[in-house]
């Protein structure tokens, strides 16, 4: 209960306030409609979890004085003015479409056809010799629907680090070109989400089997699995297993 | 000291495109079920003779889905989870996930919350390394090491026992702090056991650091110099011992570390000698750090252990990564929220996984003897690798 209130007037704040450069406001509008049918059921639960010690209805009144600190939560600020961002645009014209810094971090939004270039520029000229992490974020409603995000280290630029985010349909350059580790980092992502990596030398799924159907991160495929059946005996399956899409009993995660 | 025999890799340069078997090549599958591959890892190796052309791995048989759970519940419900996957330090992963959380939401840690946390990390990397130890000196046939290295680990097991009730899968951090205040002549026990082991550490190199056989095995296997680590990301001992002094614990400081004196070991060679070498040192380390939170917690008694967090923890939307100095390497989480009360997605950067990526580069040329070594060298964990 305590949970609904704040939902309605939190979601629609970071959308004015972030205007123009910031992308989390564009991107959690269609999760922001997604989750807000689950806690109805399940806001209880963490409510009694954060505060075990205390008394599930004690606990609802003093979570109403609670709320002030919440505005205060932090907010991203524009950040295409940092010289690393100036000089990666100008280097590589038209791959920067925003920066924005949020809790310390910085990122910047690449365009996919430059992304290759950029990291190049990056780890030559810049000193980003160590890609940290990549991974992908499903937008299930949102076109394009993937985000491709890259996490890269510098040693020589102060232990600096920089967030690169790539929006993509289904396709994305591939960067192994540029860090070998991106290799594994890129099959994981395949696997999970079913973004192909043009170019990548060896585009296997790696956590779940040869045969698997589906790509068990995306939105849409059920929490309980698939009938693996499907995999050994596609003949006997429907594609994608399980309960179908008609069955009640069929829960999305979102 | 021998010198590593540099040229082994030389003679077999990796194949380009898909394998093709020579005349001479044998493919052998290693794993999954072998003992020294410490779980389910599977390795398809091509073979000429005795020494191997090139080796696959292939990963997934401990795939759990981890991360998709972790899109269902909500954010203290996640921390269990963490335990599951380095399960042999649990309170590394517990943390790298508070803090993430924690840096979304802006919380800060009481300082002494702080100490105590960096006092379980530290305790949890000597048990880490110590099973290390254990488990790669018993693949090259030392067994008298696992008996010290496990009567050690054993009393660190029963001090996590009774702080937070469990052994190994610890959950014994909250977001903001810790679950419970520490329980009372705990800290003297801590004490009682790691002013001694100082003693125990010398044993463990009064077998292994000089002995010859160990050294015949060790150095020279598994070369990966500095810039090979940096481009397959690979973090940890196994990049000091190629002579990098990058800790996490100093490079992108956390918690209480900056105010904490130790020093971070390096290696010389980048083989699986030095690699030894960096993590005994490193056990040293983490027992001066002990003893450091130690004297701090007893100078300043209290009973905060959790900061200002909000009932219901709701992060603003938004993408957040936060890293801590794992025994394996950089283990950081990278969290995108929506603003919900459940991670958007979670992902995991998993030291073990990305370590294991150069394990064909380190054991190409080396004998299949030799791949044991090569194997434990990564000091992997397949829950982590596999999630």
């Known amino acids: ?20 450069a910031v992308e989390p406001a ?13 806690p109805a059921t399940t806001a209880p639960k963490p409510a009694a979890e954060g505060a075990a010690p205390a008394a599930p209805a004690a606990a609802a009144k003093p979570a109403a004085p609670a709320a002030p600190p919440k505005p205060a939560g932090p907010k991203p600020t524009d950040a295409s003015g940092k010289p690393l961002i100036a000089d990666l645009a100008a280097a590589v014209p038209g791959a920067v479409l925003e920066a924005y810094e949020f809790v310390g971090e910085t990122t910047a939004k690449i365009a996919p056809e430059h992304l290759v270039a950029a990291c190049r520029y990056l780890k030559d000229k810049e ?13 299930k409603d949102r076109q394009p629907r993937f985000d491709v995000l890259l996490l890269l280290h510098s040693f020589s630029r102060g232990q600096e680090r920089l967030r690169l985010k790539v929006a993509v349909a289904e396709a994305c350059p591939t960067v192994t070109g540029v860090w070998e580790t991106a290799n594994w980092m ?5 696997d999970m989400y079913g973004v192909r990596f043009d170019g990548h030398p060896d585009l296997r799924r790696i956590l779940t089997w040869d045969g698997f159907q589906g790509h068990p991160l995306r939105k849409d495929f059920p929490i309980e699995g698939i009938d693996t059946g499907a995999a050994i005996y596609p003949d006997r399956f429907p594609e994608g297993g399980g309960p179908g899409p008609k069955d009640t009993n069929r829960k999305v995660v979102s | 000291m021998t010198e590593p025999t540099p040229g082994t890799v030389a003679q077999f340069p990796p194949l380009a495109g898909p394998p093709l078997l020579g005349l001479h090549e044998m493919e052998l599958n290693f794993g999954p079920q072998h003992p020294s591959t410490h779980g389910v890892l599977r390795l398809v190796l091509q073979v000429d003779g005795e020494r191997i052309v090139s080796a696959r791995p292939d990963v997934g048989y401990l795939h759990r889905g981890t991360e998709k759970l972790f899109e269902t519940e909500t954010f203290p419900m996640v921390i269990p989870h963490t335990d599951r996957m380095d399960y042999v330090a649990a309170s590394t992963n517990n943390h790298a996930y508070c803090l993430v959380v924690e840096k979304l939401l802006g919380v800060e840690v009481p300082k002494r919350a702080q100490y105590i946390r960096v006092l379980l990390d530290e305790m949890q990397r000597i048990s880490s390394h110590v099973l290390w130890l254990a488990t790669a000196a018993i693949d090259l046939g030392a067994i008298t090491p696992f008996f010290y290295t496990f009567r050690d680990r054993e009393v660190i097991l029963d001090l996590f026992e009774e702080y937070c009730g469990a052994r190994l899968t610890l959950n014994c951090m909250r977001i903001g702090g810790l679950p419970v205040d520490l329980t009372p002549g705990w800290l003297e026990k801590v004490r009682a056991f790691t002013e001694p082991f100082e003693k125990c550490i010398d044993e463990y190199e009064d077998l292994l650091t000089e002995n010859r056989i160990w050294k015949e095995r060790t150095v020279g296997i598994a070369v990966l110099d500095e810039k ?24 992108l400081p956390y918690e209480c570390y900056p105010e904490l004196d130790f020093d971070i070991p390096v290696g010389k060679n980048a083989d699986t000698y030095d690699r030894y070498l960096v993590r005994v040192a490193e056990i040293r380390q983490s027992r ?12 300043n008694p209290g009973t905060e252990i959790r900061g200002k967090v909000p009932r219901v923890i709701k992060p603003p939307a938004g993408e957040a990564y936060a890293c801590v100095e794992a025994p394996k390497g950089e283990l950081g989480f990278h969290l995108v929220a929506s603003g919900g009360n459940k991670p958007y997605r979670l992902h995991v950067r998993p030291p073990s996984f990305i370590n294991l990526q150069a394990l064909p580069e380190m054991a190409q040329g080396h004998l299949v003897g030799d791949l044991v070594a090569v194997i434990g060298t990564i000091d992997i964990v397949l829950g982590e690798v596999d999630r």
């Open chain 1, 26 to 38: 564009a991107a959690p509008a269609p999760s922001a409609a997604a989750p807000s049918p689950e």
């Open chain 2, 228 to 251: 090979r680590c940096i481009e397959w990301g690979v973090t940890g001992p196994v990049l000091r011992a190629a002579g990098k002094a990058w800790d996490i614990r100093r490079a």
């Open chain 1, 127 to 139: 000193g980003f010799t160590y890609l940290v992490d990549q991974t992908a974020v499903d937008w």
């Open chain 1, 186 to 190: 890129e099959r994981e992502a395949f």
């Open chain 1, 1 to 20: 209960m305590t949970d609904e209130k704040p939902t309605p007037p939190e979601i629609p704040a970071p959308e004015p306030t972030l205007a123009k």
């Open chain 2, 288 to 299: 001066r750090i002990v003893l450091q939170c130690l004297d701090w917690l007893e100078k």
